[in-house]
């Protein structure tokens, strides 16, 4: 049951309210006094706040920033007369989730409490993902405060709540095996096994009899009966790695095994049933490898219900200072050496490298670099050693702004064939403007025309 929190200086609102809400279901707790109402946030946890705009003597505004400072998470609607609109809005800009003006329609409300039940309940989701990621793996692929990681969170905590089969793609090196197993823990799951199998790692003739298991004497060498790792995975998770380097030919066992969760073992004659989550990953880009004949596409559709894209390295930049310190902490725990931090010549070059090996090539740059430090902080000649730092690599923000201009210009004149009134409609600019950035990077429309056209007035 959800708990909510109402603060309103009017006795008859508060009784109306308590009384509207506990019917829907809810938990109310109501408050006339701002400062008792801070006394019980202290000592309980609430999903939701309403508070009235003006109480009394105080602010609803500076009553949702003390909230806020017990529980940032915490959603909070103000209560405004029409009058103080702009009071809420204000309200907003410092972290309010919305307002509602008085008197109000309860199925707004209503609707409105709704809403922040959800923001509540994900943020909640994504905290505990990240403290099992954190306890129970180390989150050396997951972590980082980048808008692409946060997204990354937020699916999983989502899929975890349904039973569906999921696929994770992303480059090697990324952490999808780390996913999956978060996705394992924040599941209905987490109290089964976690089985994977990596799918390149293993020959073809051994494949089936890894995936489904075989009886005694299906094959030379079988000399007893054992239970395959799809089976082993009832009641809990299989995670199939690098799915497409599946052979064909066992693609088709696989489909069926997973349309039926039923099979035979290699030389048996008895079915066997599970239960079991199913997740996929890859480094392929499945779509083509279907395209080309590489992969089923009734096994694609299959196994792509859920889709989960894991960001490459070069995508979320602004993760490596704090991917970078956190290895530097892990490996001095094993050195014992006293190293401070980077210096910022050897962060640039972090900061300025492509990492197609991402996450795994990373931690293993960092490692070279602590194994090779002599002194308190990690150089740039130890970051990525035999590889130099471009000093021009950056360009200033007016070359940036400048060479993207001109691209762009490139590409909306090359696309209209040298139209220019249908480019500058099409760019959202007068058409005299237009001309005039033309000018500046030296584009003349007549050489984006075909020869036919090249009389025609623009």
């Known amino acids: 049951m959800e708990k909510i929190l109402v603060v309103d200086d009017d006795q008859s609102i508060l009784t109306l309210m308590k009384m509207r809400l506990e019917v829907e279901g809810y938990e109310v707790t109501a408050s006339k006094s701002p400062e008792k109402a801070l006394e019980i946030a ?19 505004v500076a009553l949702m920033e003390d909230l806020l400072g017990i529980n940032p998470e915490l959603p909070v609607i103000i209560l405004t007369a029409y009058g103080s609109i702009e009071g809420a809005v204000e309200a907003m800009k410092r972290g309010a989730y919305g307002y ?11 609707l409105q409490i709704k809403h922040c039940s959800e923001k509540s309940r ?56 780390l996913v999956a197993k978060s996705l394992h823990l924040s599941s ?44 082993q995975a009832h009641k809990g998770t299989f995670f199939l790695d690098e799915v497409s380097e599946m052979p064909l030919s066992m693609q088709a066992k696989l489909l069926r095994a997973l349309g039926e969760m039923a099979f035979y073992p ?26 080309q004949g590489r992969f089923r596409e009734d096994l694609f559709y299959r196994l792509h219900v859920v889709p989960i894209r894991i960001p490459p390295l070069r995508e979320r930049k602004e993760d490596i200072p704090l ?25 640039r070059k972090l900061m300025l490298h492509s990492w197609p090996g991402n996450v795994r090539e990373l931690e293993n740059s960092i490692e ?81 025309r075909k020869p036919q056209e090249m009389q025609k007035d623009v």
Request: include cysteine.
């Open 100 to 110: 509602l003006t008085k008197p109000f329609d309860f199925e707004g409300l209503l």
């Open 42 to 60: 202290r000592e309980s946890v609430f999903d939701i706040a309403l508070l009235d705009y003006r109480l009394g003597g105080r602010s609803g």
């Open 368 to 448: 070279s670099a602590v194994a090779m430090a002599t002194s308190s902080r990690i150089t740039e000649d130890l970051v990525l050693p035999g590889r130099n730092s471009d000093p021009d690599k950056i360009k200033s923000f007016k070359d940036a702004k400048d060479e993207f201009e001109k691209q762009y210009l490139i590409q909306l004149i090359g696309m209209t064939e040298g139209n220019v009134s249908l480019a500058a409609k099409l760019a959202g600019k007068y058409r005299a403007d237009l001309y005039e950035l033309l000018k500046k990077y030296d584009l003349d429309p007549e050489s984006f």
């Open 188 to 231: 209905q799951r987490k109290d089964g096994p976690f089985v994977a199998i990596n799918c390149a790692a293993i020959p073809e003739s051994l494949l089936e009899s890894e995936l489904f298991g075989h009886e005694k004497g299906a094959f030379t060498g079988a000399q007893n009966s054992r239970k395959g790792l799809f089976a």
């Open 323 to 347: 991917l970078a310190r956190h290895f530097l902490k892990k490996k001095l725990q094993k050195t014992g050496k006293t190293i401070v931090d980077f210096s910022p010549d050897a962060l």
């Open 266 to 291: 290699l030389g048996g004659n008895k079915i066997v049933k599970v239960d079991t989550r199913v997740i996929a990953a890859s480094n392929k880009d499945l779509e083509m490898e279907v395209a």
């Open 122 to 177: 994900l943020s909640k989701e994504v905290e505990r993902l990240r403290n099992l990621v954190n306890e129970r793996y180390g989150f050396e692929n997951i972590i980082g405060n980048s808008e692409a990681m946060k997204k990354v969170l937020a699916q999983v905590s989502q899929a975890a709540q349904v039973d569906s089969f999921v696929y994770i793609s992303g480059e090697s090196g990324t952490g999808k095996e």
